[in-house]
C-alpha cells in the first residue's frame, strides 16, 4: 500500500510542471484549490495504509496473537474482499518459503516485454530530440518514463494469483498457489536484461547522432534540404553545402530548424532559391543570417521567435513578404527592404519591440492587418505612396509612434489601425477615406484632412484654439492635458455634412474638475452650443458617424 502512496506522489511531481508549463492559468486561479484536494487525498490515503497493515499484521500472525474467530471475521468484513486476499496470498507464500529473491517465469516473461516496449518508445523519444522536435512533445517521454514504472511494479507475485485466484473461484487458494509455484520458480528477477535494453535505447540514439545529419530531398534542378538533425558534437552552427551528389542545393523545406533554440550562426549558400515557411520558428538565440543572393521566395513565419535576431537584409529576388515572417523578433533594430517588394503580408512585423525606423518599399499597395502591431519602439513611419488600405490594427499598440505620413492614395482605415497609439496626437488623412468608427480608439489622435489646416492644441495650459475638430462616434479626443472629448451616440438624418437640420447625439466631456454630457440637438440653434468652465463647444456639422465641432 504504501508503494501505492509513492506512485501516486511520484505521478503528481512528475505531471503536475507539465501542467503548468501546457495550462500556466491554473498557477494563479486553481494552485490553492489544487495543493488542498493534494494535502487531503495524502491524508486519505495515509490513514487507509495505516488500517491495512495494522490489518495484514493481524492476519498474518493468527491464530498466534490471541486473537479469536469471531475477532478475525468481523476485521475481514470490515476490509475489502481484495485486502483479504492480497493477506492470505503473502501467508501462503510464506508457507511455501516463497522469498523476493524467486520470481514466477510469467512475471520474468511480462516485465521483459514491458521493457521491450518502453525502450522502443525511449528510443524513438531521444530521435525527437535529435530532430528538434517541440518541447511539450517531450512532457510525453516523461509519461512513458512513469507509466512503465508503475506498471513494472504492479506486475508482481500477489498481483498475479490473486488474477489467477479471481479466474478458479471454486478451488483452494492454497492449491492454486502451490500448483502456481511449482516448476515455475525461477531466480532470476531479470532486471540486467531490462537494464541492458534500457541503455541500449538511450545509448544508440546518441552513438547515431553523435554528429549532424542532413537528409536532401531531390526536386527538379537539385536538392532541398528536407531534415537537418542536431548533434552531440554540434548543436550550435548549421553550414548547409553548396552541392549534393554533384547538383545544387536549391531550397530549405518548411520547419527544417524549426525549435533549434540553441543555434547561434546558420551559413547558407547562394544557390538556395526557396526558403520555406517556419524555417527558422523558434530559434531563439539566432542573432544574424545572411540570406542568400539567390533566393526567390521566402515563407511565413520562416524566423518567426527569433527573439536575438537584430538585423536582415531581404535579397532582391524576393517580392513578397509573407504572414508572420518576423513575428516575435523582439531584438530586431533592422531590416533592409528593397523597392522591388510588391507586397507585404499581415502580422510580418508583429511585436518586433526594438523596430525603431523602417523603410517600406515604393511598390505596395496596402498596409495589412497587424503588420506592425505590438511594435511600442516605433516612432515614425512613411506610407508610400500608392497605398490604397491600411488594414485593421496595422499599428495597434505602437505607443512611441509620433509621426505617420499618410499618402492621398489611401482608400480605407480599417477597424483599430491605430489603436492604442498613446504618442501620436495628430493625423492627415485624405478626405474621402473610409475611416473605420474604432480606427483611433484609446488613442489621443486629432485626425485632420490633407490640404487642409491641422487642429491644434496646447499641452502645456488649459487654452484651446478656436479651431475645427472632426469627433468620430466612440473615439476619445484629447484636446490637452486637462480635456478629452467622446462622441457617444450620434444619429444623422441629412446625409450632407453642410446641413445642420436633423443630427442628434450625445458628447461626453471629461476635464479634471468635473465629466459633462451635452445632449445637442441641431434643429435649433440653442441646441447646439455647449458652455462649461469657461469653454464654448459647438457642433458645426457631421456625416454618418463623425461630427464637426469648434471649440473656443
Request: aromatic residues 14%.
Amino acid at each position: 500500500m504504501y508503494n501505492k502512496l509513492y506512485f501516486f506522489l511520484v505521478i503528481v511531481i512528475f505531471c503536475f510542471p507539465i501542467i503548468l508549463a501546457l495550462f500556466p492559468w491554473i498557477l494563479i486561479y486553481w494552485l490553492p484549490i489544487l495543493v488542498l484536494i493534494l494535502v487531503i487525498i495524502i491524508i486519505f490515503k495515509v490513514k487507509k495504509i495505516g488500517s491495512f497493515n495494522k490489518f495484514r499484521k493481524i492476519l498474518l500472525e493468527y491464530p498466534n496473537n490471541g486473537i479469536n474467530t469471531d475477532e478475525i471475521i468481523n476485521l475481514i468484513a470490515k476490509n475489502k474482499e481484495d485486502n483479504y486476499i492480497s493477506v492470505m496470498i503473502e501467508k501462503e507464500l510464506i508457507k511455501n518459503n516463497y522469498t523476493r529473491k524467486n520470481n514466477l517465469k510469467i512475471i520474468t516473461k511480462r516485465k521483459f516485454i514491458l521493457t521491450i516496449i518502453f525502450s522502443t518508445i525511449n528510443f524513438s523519444f531521444l530521435v525527437g530530440v535529435f530532430f528538434h522536435f517541440p518541447i511539450y512533445i517531450y512532457f510525453l517521454e516523461l509519461l512513458n518514463i512513469i507509466l512503465y514504472i508503475v506498471f513494472m511494479k504492479t506486475i508482481n507475485v500477489i498481483n498475479v494469483i490473486k488474477k489467477e485466484i479471481k479466474s478458479r473461484p471454486t478451488e483452494n487458494i492454497s492449491y492454486i498457489i502451490s500448483s502456481m509455484l511449482n516448476g515455475n520458480i525461477v531466480y532470476s528477477s531479470g532486471k540486467f536484461k531490462n537494464c541492458i535494453f534500457i541503455l541500449v535505447s538511450i545509448v544508440l540514439p546518441l552513438f547515431i547522432f553523435f554528429n549532424p545529419h542532413i537528409l536532401y530531398e531531390k526536386v527538379d534542378g537539385g536538392y532541398y534540404v528536407r531534415f537537418y538533425t542536431i548533434g552531440i558534437t554540434n548543436y550550435q552552427t548549421v553550414t548547409i553545402p553548396d552541392e549534393y551528389k554533384g547538383e545544387k542545393i536549391i531550397g530549405i523545406r518548411g520547419n527544417v530548424f524549426k525549435n533549434m533554440v540553441f543555434l547561434k550562426e546558420v551559413k547558407l549558400p547562394d544557390t538556395i532559391q526557396v526558403i520555406r515557411g517556419g524555417a527558422f520558428e523558434n530559434v531563439y538565440n539566432l542573432t544574424a543570417i545572411d540570406l542568400p543572393k539567390d533566393l526567390i521566395y521566402l515563407g511565413g513565419s520562416a524566423f518567426k521567435n527569433c527573439r536575438s535576431l537584430k538585423s536582415i537584409t531581404i535579397p532582391s529576388g524576393v517580392k513578397e513578404i509573407n504572414g508572420n515572417t518576423f513575428e516575435n523578433c523582439y531584438s530586431l533594430e533592422d531590416i533592409n527592404l528593397h523597392n522591388e517588394i510588391t507586397s507585404i503580408h499581415g502580422e510580418v512585423f508583429k511585436n518586433c519591440t526594438s523596430l525603431v525606423k523602417i523603410n517600406l518599399p515604393s511598390k505596395i499597395t496596402e498596409i495589412r492587418g497587424s503588420t506592425f502591431e505590438g511594435c511600442t519602439a516605433l516612432k515614425e513611419i512613411d506610407i508610400p505612396s500608392g497605398v490604397t488600405r491600411i488594414g485593421g490594427h496595422a499599428f495597434h499598440g505602437c505607443s512611441s509612434l509620433t509621426k505617420v505620413s499618410v499618402p492621398s492614395t489611401v482608400e480605407e482605415i480599417g477597424s483599430s489601425a491605430f489603436r492604442a497609439c498613446t504618442s501620436l496626437y495628430s493625423i492627415k488623412i485624405p478626405k474621402n477615406a473610409i475611416v473605420n468608427e474604432r480606427a483611433f480608439k484609446e488613442s489621443p489622435t486629432s485626425v485632420s484632412y490633407i490640404g487642409e489646416d491641422n487642429p491644434t492644441y496646447n499641452n502645456n495650459n488649459n487654452s484651446v484654439d478656436s479651431k475645427t475638430y472632426t469627433l468620430y462616434l466612440n473615439q476619445e479626443k484629447y484636446i490637452n492635458d486637462e480635456l478629452r472629448i467622446t462622441l457617444i451616440s450620434f444619429t444623422d438624418t441629412t446625409h450632407d455634412e453642410n446641413i445642420f437640420i436633423g443630427m442628434s447625439g450625445t458628447i461626453k466631456i471629461v476635464t479634471k474638475k468635473d465629466t459633462y454630457y451635452f445632449d445637442f440637438q441641431t434643429s435649433s440653434p440653442q441646441n447646439y452650443k455647449y458652455i462649461f468652465e469657461g469653454y464654448t463647444l459647438e457642433v458645426k456639422s457631421g456625416m454618418d458617424n463623425y461630427i464637426k465641432i469648434i471649440f473656443r
